[in-house]
């Protein structure tokens, strides 16, 4: 069945700290890649999304993705992160015919000031 | 900026109960999810709507589920008898398209116990 894995369940870093959260996902069709970013007591927020063109994909509040066919992977990166960037991330995909999104775990990230 | 509401943010009830969540979506968007989470588990998809019909549903959504757009504003999820097991964050989105291209825009939850 397709999946969608998140490595990382807990990640703490410092501020300024730079910031890779993994995200692989099992299909070898056409796939479409979300994050969102929940902060505590929101919804869920997209950060970007990718399905074609430029595999490096820039999203909101100075985040970028990058989607490595070969691997499977949707990497989310910043270069440094903030205390306000303390949240759970979600990893999802879609694919070709059908609406729903497949999640990942989720990523707690912590940023200590 | 537009939101996806939800309604309770909280709901208890007893085994075998009926419940109706409510969600009403973004306004102009045309294309409606329910999504849940167990405790401890991934984000699960549960049903898609459009056009007053389901357009996709997982192993799920059984016969204990249905969804319904009532009015032009409010989208709703009912569990006819309610188990242990159902349990969950419940979550509504929304999004302006069909398709698997498109942007979801969630709401904030409908956290339910069953006791």
């Known amino acids: 069945a397709q999946s969608v894995s998140q490595h990382n369940h807990h990640v703490i870093l410092s501020e300024a700290a730079s910031l890779e959260l993994g995200c692989n996902y099992s299909?070898?069709?056409?796939?479409?890649l979300f994050w969102y970013v929940q902060y505590p007591g929101q919804h869920l927020q997209l950060l970007l999304k990718?399905?074609?063109?430029?595999?490096l994909v820039k999203g909101i509040k100075g985040f970028e993705a990058e989607f490595i066919k070969s691997k499977f992977s949707f990497n989310l990166r910043k270069p440094s992160v903030q205390w306000s960037d303390t949240a759970e991330y979600f990893c999802?995909?879609?694919?070709?015919?059908?609406?729903?999104?497949?999640f990942g775990t989720g990523t707690r990230l912590k940023v200590l000031a | 900026e537009p939101e996806v509401t939800q309604t309770p943010s909280h709901q208890v009830t007893q085994m075998g109960q009926e419940v109706i969540l409510r969600c009403v979506p973004i306004?102009?968007?045309?294309?409606f999810y329910w999504y849940r989470q167990i405790l401890g588990q991934k984000v699960e998809f549960l049903v898609s709507?459009?056009?007053?019909?389901?357009?996709?549903k997982s192993e799920i959504f059984d016969d204990q589920f249905s969804v319904e757009r009532p009015d032009g504003s409010n989208f709703t999820l009912k569990i006819r008898s309610t188990k242990l097991e159902d349990s969950a964050m419940y979550f509504c989105?929304?999004?302006?398209?069909?398709?698997?291209?498109?942007?979801?825009?969630f709401g904030p939850g409908t956290r339910l116990l069953v006791l």
């Open positions: 989105a929304s999004s302006d398209g069909g398709g698997p291209q498109e942007t979801q825009y």
């Open positions: 306004s102009n968007h045309l294309y």
């Open positions: 709507f459009y056009n007053n019909e389901i357009s996709e």
């Open positions: 990718y399905f074609s063109g430029d595999p």
């Open positions: 299909y070898g069709g056409t796939v479409n």
């Open positions: 999802a995909a879609t694919l070709a015919g059908t609406y729903k999104y497949i």
